[in-house]
């Protein structure tokens, strides 16, 4: 049988086990990718394990480490405060502020996953404060950052214009600028209507969402406690004392109820901004500047480090690094350039354009979306030329939009951001819903904008 098929197959099968048992896919990845690697590919553990994401990785545990800290001293409740303050009680418009601040940040320059590495811990204790449901105000982030990654400035932009120019195809920086900023707008406006955004509308941050008052440190992102496993129970009684303590105070005291004073957070606030600039202005890696600095308010609160490190959500980091190691392993196969070829060799050039956006999507929804857009666009180039060459500029848009929309996917960068600092939420059912999503923008996006930008 085919190597390449096989491995498609063992995806397949991942996703059905992971569906259908309680089990974290991650587990099932990394073994996937130890016995397709070892058996199928003939690789060696040194050059399986070359497909682990370390930079994905570090980031992770950075950030969530990082915004527990700002969590649980109380960090991330002023500041929210400080928004409703800010838009006049009119939480409905915090969603836009959230997507318009992430399409900035990429347009110029911001790497996609750093600006809602940034954002998303901020916006989703919003969400968590106020009533705002958690799946849009993340699902928005995400689409604004990935709206804004097309300027002629921007990562996405500037690769793809590099990589179309070496292909020798028609360039227009301006089309696929706006195709990416229009239709990731387009879905934006479509998920605040559907999930709620008219009903925010209608009330003030003041006004009751029935939900009841929860504490800094309840609302943290918990990792693996929320899988129940020992480490999680040696942190109970700590964390049940801090609740209790924080419920008699009521809602208004949930800030001074943490640990930490207004200093505390003020240095940490100082803290945020640094990672913001570092991290955007001078390009540093989030991860090693997300623990330095989670590092240095540890010193000034080391009570604090112990929960933040249960909070790191290691459950999701293992699914997404696992995922992502499986990946690589396909990748080294050539199993991704396989599907590649075999679909640019279609005959028909609306048909093979239409299904390298499909493949695109499929791809980059688990690896980057930057690979994907420099070995499949040149792959258009030998049904782009003479007679078709007027499809060139459509096709180009049409293939930078469906392979960074579906960075939704949990087990993409941006997604599993989401799903690492949802507050408030069951884990398991916001990570089915994430995938639900991801599933239908990978299948609905690709042919919306084939449509779109190619045929019409």
């Not at 399986?48 to 969530?64: E, N, Q, S």
């Not at 097309?150 to 089309?175: C, D, R």
């Not at 992102?221 to 109970?236: I, K, L, W």
């Not at 994430?434 to 690709?446: E, F, S």
Request: with cysteine; hydrophobic share 55%.
């Amino acid at each position: 049988m085919n190597p390449h098929w096989i491995s498609i197959g063992a995806l397949g099968a991942m996703f059905v086990v992971a569906t259908a048992l309680p089990i974290n896919m991650g587990v099932l990845a990394f073994s996937g990718a130890f016995l397709v690697g070892t058996l199928v590919a003939g690789m060696g553990a040194k050059a399986i394990m070359a497909g682990f994401p370390a930079d994905l990785f570090l980031t992770l545990v950075g950030i969530t480490y990082l915004f527990a800290l700002a969590q649980n001293n109380g960090t991330i409740d002023w500041l929210v405060s400080l928004a409703v303050r800010a838009v006049g009680g009119h939480i409905a418009a915090i969603p836009w502020i959230m997507f318009l601040i992430a399409a900035a940040l990429t347009s110029v320059g911001a790497v996609s996953p750093a600006a809602v590495a940034i954002i998303a811990p901020i916006a989703l204790g919003f969400a968590a404060k106020h009533g705002i449901n958690p799946l849009m105000m993340g699902l928005m982030i995400i689409h604004g950052a990935q709206g804004g990654g097309f300027s002629p400035i921007s990562i996405y932009g500037g690769i793809t214009n590099k990589i179309v120019a070496k292909a020798g195809l028609p360039l227009s920086e301006m089309t696929t600028m706006f195709a990416s900023f229009s239709v990731n707008l387009a879905v934006a406006l479509a998920l605040f209507v559907l999930m709620g955004g008219l009903k925010l509308m209608r009330r003030s941050a003041g006004a009751p969402v029935g939900l009841a008052p929860i504490a800094p440190v309840a609302r943290a992102q918990r990792g693996p406690q929320v899988f129940g496993d020992a480490e999680g129970e040696s942190f109970a009684e700590e964390r049940q004392t801090r609740e209790n303590a924080s419920s008699m105070l009521g809602q208004a005291d949930n800030a001074a109820a943490a640990d930490g004073s207004q200093v505390y957070r003020v240095i940490t606030t100082l803290g945020l901004a640094t990672l913001a600039v570092l991290t955007l202005a001078f390009k540093m890696d989030i991860g090693f500047v997300s623990i330095s600095i989670g590092l240095l308010l540890s010193l000034l609160q080391p009570n604090l480090q112990k929960s933040a490190l249960g909070q790191v959500s290691w459950p999701e980091i293992m699914l997404i690094v696992g995922v992502s190691t499986f990946v690589g392993v396909m990748e080294k196969m050539g199993t991704i350039e396989f599907v590649g070829h075999s679909v640019a060799q279609l005959t028909s050039p609306l048909v093979a354009a239409l299904l390298l956006c499909f493949v695109g999507a499929v791809i980059s929804a688990f690896a980057s979306s930057t690979a994907v857009l420099g070995s499949l666009i040149p792959l258009g180039v030998p049904f782009l030329q003479g007679d078709n060459a007027g499809m060139a500029i459509g096709f180009i848009a049409a293939m930078a939009v469906s392979s960074t929309i579906v960075d939704v996917s949990p087990f993409s960068t941006n997604g599993a951001l989401v799903l690492a600092n949802a507050k408030g939420v069951d884990r398991n059912r916001f990570f089915r819903q994430l995938m639900l999503y991801g599933a239908g923008v990978t299948l609905i996006a690709p042919v919306v904008v084939w449509l779109l930008f190619v045929v019409l």
